[in-house]
């Protein structure tokens, strides 16, 4: 890109949120050079590309697709979360409602589209928790559901199969993620032992949820 692109930044109020998206979206459907700025930006801020691309599902509201705006707390749990992979195990202790199993999975998503070297592996109580078509709770509903949500210019070259995405864009190594009893997520580089699955709470999502952080507004352009 010869020109310098600038992007502002995310608002955190959801209608603003909303408008910037689609203003966004729109500016980059015919423009590769937009398109491949964003993909470089999303690439660096998993931040920016969560309160940019980024979306929840809630069958209890209408519409059921929101677009997932971070807050505070999360965003400082999406950023321990992706500075602990192949580093260090890491524990969240959470209660419901707090985003916790969209930004681990959201996490593995950014790291399957972004980084080489990278292979997810998910664990639940039964395959069907981990692998239905049309469970919203299963693991991989998750998944599919953010990539859905994607603008197609960020897709890679990738094969879905049951029980596995595979992006043939990269390589891949191993990580772990297991759930156990008392809402207790354990995220590694390989199973734990046993006697080693105990709270240790790292990090806790019950916090108050804060105001939304000031942005600079999408600049008005002609068309």
Not at 25 to 38: E, R, S
């Amino acid at each position: 890109m010869d020109d310098l692109i600038e992007i502002p930044k995310p608002p955190k109020d959801l209608a603003e949120n909303v408008d910037y998206r689609i203003r966004l979206l729109d500016a980059a459907q015919n423009d590769t050079d937009l398109q491949k700025g964003l993909i470089d930006l999303c690439s660096r801020d998993i931040v920016f590309w969560w309160d940019t691309f980024g979306f929840t599902f809630d069958p209890r509201k209408e519409p059921s697709t929101i677009p997932m705006v971070l807050y505070e707390f999360q965003e400082e749990a999406i950023r321990s979360i992706e500075e602990a992979m192949g580093v260090r195990d890491l524990c969240i202790s959470k209660s419901r409602d707090m985003g916790a199993s969209w930004m681990l999975l959201g996490v593995f998503l950014w790291r399957f589209l972004f980084r080489d070297g990278q292979a997810f592996l998910l664990i639940s109580r039964n395959e069907d928790y981990v692998d239905k078509a049309g469970n919203p709770k299963s693991l991989f509903w998750k998944i599919d559901f953010l990539m859905q949500n994607l603008p197609s210019w960020m897709y890679p070259n990738f094969t879905r199969h049951k029980l596995r995405l595979s992006n043939h864009e990269i390589v891949e190594p191993r990580l772990v993620l297991m759930s156990l009893p008392h809402s207790m997520w354990i995220l590694g580089t390989e199973p734990l032992p046993q006697q080693e699955m105990r709270p240790c709470p790292v990090y806790s999502t019950r916090r108050p949820m804060v105001r939304p952080m000031p942005f600079t507004p999408w600049p008005t352009t002609s068309r």
